[in-house]
């Protein structure tokens, strides 16, 4: 569907529903670029699904220090109007890893083609294997069995791995650090990057502190994967309300020249 054709539609008085699906239909992704689509969607939107965590100065970082600060420097009262000041680090809360994160010359995230900010969502269930296994890391036979259940995973979409760790950001289980501080929690294998480079993917999420698992040292799946010039998202929300297929992801992600990532509102249409 063209740009004109939607809107026309909206000219004419179409209902909202019809106008998120129409405008979702006409919504294409440039072949030209690193994990770029076809159509991301042309099926009706029953839902939106809030995929981010709502952003607090006390909300968990990989080193366990304070992050991001929220002053209130100008007040209805006093100055007609209410302001606040943020201060805070690019990776912290639901936010985006840009190429540059961990590139010499990457992409900053303000030049991440826009088109792939709207992709399609598959979600990948590691739940079981991460309630008995903390550290559990996604190999290449978790994307096997997942494609055998779901079909193969299209190009241009972003792959979020569900290992349940949402439900631990309101305490220390979120880090779940070791008496030693090794951080454990789920992530990706570094050899699953060169599949899902191969699967020509926008980007991947997790619902963790990190694209690698927490006892990673050495970030072999962000440097190989942000070395391909795709982007991640981390500690993102709500996966467990998704299926595993069928749904459109469309990221927020903030446009700051020069910037390596940076927080951003992530949702997603169902």
């Known amino acids: 569907m063209c740009n004109a054709c939607v809107m026309r539609s909206v000219q004419e008085g179409l209902g909202r529903r019809g106008m998120m699906a129409a405008a979702a239909a006409s919504v294409l992704a440039l072949s ?8 991301v969607r042309s099926t009706p939107i029953n839902r939106v699904v809030d995929l981010t965590h709502t952003l607090r100065p006390d909300f968990p970082t990989f080193d366990s220090q304070p992050a991001f600060t929220q002053d209130l420097v100008m007040t209805l009262a006093r100055d007609g109007y209410n302001v606040n000041r943020f201060t805070y680090f ?4 639901t936010h985006f890893d840009a190429p540059i994160h961990f590139t010499q010359d990457g992409a900053t995230v303000d030049r991440i083609p826009v088109e792939n900010l ?27 069995v997942h494609e055998a259940q779901h079909g ?17 950001v309101g305490g220390p289980g979120f880090r779940n650090a070791d008496s030693g501080n090794t951080l454990r929690f789920p992530g990706f294998r570094p050899d699953v990057a060169p599949l899902l480079i191969e ?18 040292s050495s970030f072999g799946f962000h440097k190989a994967w942000l070395a391909s010039g795709r982007w991640g998202l981390e500690c993102i929300a709500g996966l467990t309300g998704l299926p595993a297929t069928g ?11 020069g910037a390596t990532g940076g927080h951003g509102r992530v949702i997603a249409l169902v």
């Open 32 to 39: 030209a670029q690193p994990g770029a689509a076809q159509a």
């Open 90 to 93: 690019e990776h912290v809360g």
């Open 199 to 216: 699967r020509n993917l926008a980007a991947v999420a997790v619902d963790t502190l990190s694209l690698d698992h927490g006892p990673s």
């Open 152 to 168: 193969r995973i299209p190009a241009g979409a972003c792959l979020a791995m569900n290992s349940g760790w949402e439900s631990r």
């Open 118 to 144: 709207v992709c399609p969502l598959m979600v990948l269930d590691i739940r079981a294997r991460a309630a008995n296994v903390p550290d559990y890391e996604v190999t290449p036979e978790d994307i096997a």
């Open 247 to 257: 749904a459109t992801l469309v990221a927020g992600a903030p446009k700051i020249a």
